[in-house]
């Protein structure tokens, strides 16, 4: 029987800096979006995060796994899969790289998958870790085809997927798809629309399935805070954090928000200035994060 990795790793998620900003800014002059799914899984005999980070320009298609390095968190080992947009519907392969010195293999097919606008595929795809002869991490829904390709068996250890990051560009709307259930199978459409010039206070809508689920208004005031809203009867938290819409350089400023089930605190212990963007969010079990970058 399949027992699922508890994730007791609390993560730190600190708003961009400048610097981090402004290398985003450089890097996607192409209006390149990305995501970022972070799982824990038991790789080559210890259990680490494992990050996969879809990448999407008008010009490229990539896919960059990364397995953590204990010894050096600076250095993950990784496995980059670009997929040039030209040839994408056609690709399945494999690759192979070391972790502490034991093979990983990992398997793609991307030959049926099917997109939205996201870099992630919605379905009909899947991408396989497999180590000491196990699948450790299979990310899509095709199991059985998955199963077949590699014959290889499940991990008795389940992976468990932890956390969600986007990058998404826009003027007054962010779209996004968010699942909040246990077994991450139901998405929800998330739609965040702002009004920010005008001569009325700026404000901020977030819609959850065509549902209007906060409004936001004085976000002179009001450009930092959470709520809790219901989704399916399930409790959700939104943070929302939109300072450097209102006061940062318009080229380099990003808000975020968060959508997570459960609590959520606001550490402000790097420092205690609203001004600021050095502080950080501390967060324990699964969220959805995303970064909004707008563009003129």
Same mark, same amino acid.
């Given at each position: 029987?399949?027992?699922?990795?508890?994730?007791?790793?609390?993560?730190?998620?600190?708003?961009?800096?400048? *610097? +981090?900003?402004?290398?985003?800014?450089? /890097?996607?002059?192409?209006?390149?979006? !990305?995501?970022?799914? =972070?799982? @824990?899984?038991?790789?080559?005999?210890?259990?680490?995060?494992?990050?996969?980070?879809?990448?999407?320009?008008?010009?490229?298609?990539?896919?960059?796994?990364?397995?953590?390095?204990?010894?050096?968190?600076?250095?993950?080992?990784?496995?980059?899969?670009?997929?040039?947009?030209?040839?994408?519907?056609?690709?399945?392969?494999?690759?192979?790289?070391?972790?502490?010195?034991?093979?990983?293999?990992?398997?793609?097919?991307?030959?049926?998958?099917?997109? *939205? +606008?996201?870099?992630?595929?919605?379905? /009909?795809?899947?991408?396989?870790?497999? !180590?000491?002869?196990? =699948?450790? @991490?299979?990310?899509?829904?095709?199991?059985?085809?998955?199963?077949?390709?590699?014959?290889?068996?499940?991990?008795?250890?389940?992976?468990?997927?932890?956390?969600?990051?986007?990058?998404?560009?826009?003027?007054?709307?962010?779209?996004?798809?968010?699942?909040?259930?246990?077994?991450?199978?139901?998405?929800?459409?998330?739609?965040?629309?702002?009004?920010?010039?005008?001569?009325?206070?700026?404000?901020?809508?977030?819609?959850?399935?065509?549902?209007?689920?906060?409004?936001?208004?004085?976000?002179?005031?009001?450009?930092?805070?959470?709520?809790?809203?219901?989704?399916?009867? @399930?409790?959700?938290?939104?943070?929302?954090?939109?300072?450097?819409?209102?006061?940062?350089?318009?080229?380099?400023?990003?808000?975020?928000?968060?959508?997570?089930?459960?609590?959520?605190?606001?550490?402000?212990?790097?420092?205690?200035?609203?001004?600021?963007?050095?502080?950080?969010?501390?967060?324990?079990?699964?969220?959805?994060?995303?970064?909004?970058?707008?563009?003129?």
């Amino acid at each position: 029987m399949l027992s699922r990795l508890q994730s007791s790793t609390t993560f730190s998620i600190p708003k961009l800096s400048s *610097s +981090s900003s402004e290398k985003l800014n450089n /890097d996607n002059k192409t209006a390149q979006n !990305s995501i970022t799914c =972070i799982y @824990l899984a038991k790789v080559a005999e210890l259990y680490r995060k494992v990050t996969a980070i879809w990448t999407k320009s008008l010009v490229n298609y990539s896919l960059t796994i990364n397995v953590e390095n204990p010894s050096d968190e600076h250095n993950p080992y990784t496995c980059k899969i670009d997929l040039k947009s030209w040839q994408f519907w056609g690709k399945k392969g494999l690759k192979n790289f070391d972790v502490d010195n034991k093979r990983v293999d990992v398997f793609w097919d991307f030959r049926q998958a099917k997109f *939205s +606008s996201n870099p992630e595929p919605c379905s /009909d795809y899947y991408v396989v870790l497999v !180590s000491d002869e196990e =699948i450790v @991490l299979l990310i899509g829904d095709l199991k059985n085809e998955a199963l077949k390709r590699t014959r290889t068996r499940p991990s008795l250890t389940e992976a468990t997927f932890v956390c969600k990051k986007e990058h998404v560009y826009g003027k007054k709307l962010f779209v996004t798809k968010a699942s909040f259930d246990d077994e991450r199978k139901k998405e929800h459409s998330i739609v965040i629309e702002n009004s920010l010039s005008g001569p009325g206070e700026p404000e901020l809508w977030i819609s959850i399935d065509g549902m209007m689920a906060t409004r936001i208004m004085n976000l002179n005031w009001r450009f930092r805070g959470n709520e809790t809203v219901s989704v399916d009867n @399930l409790p959700i938290q939104i943070f929302w954090d939109v300072h450097d819409w209102l006061y940062g350089t318009p080229s380099l400023s990003h808000g975020l928000f968060i959508f997570k089930p459960g609590e959520l605190t606001y550490d402000e212990g790097c420092s205690n200035n609203n001004d600021s963007t050095e502080g950080s969010l501390s967060c324990s079990g699964f969220c959805h994060i995303l970064y909004g970058w707008r563009t003129e």
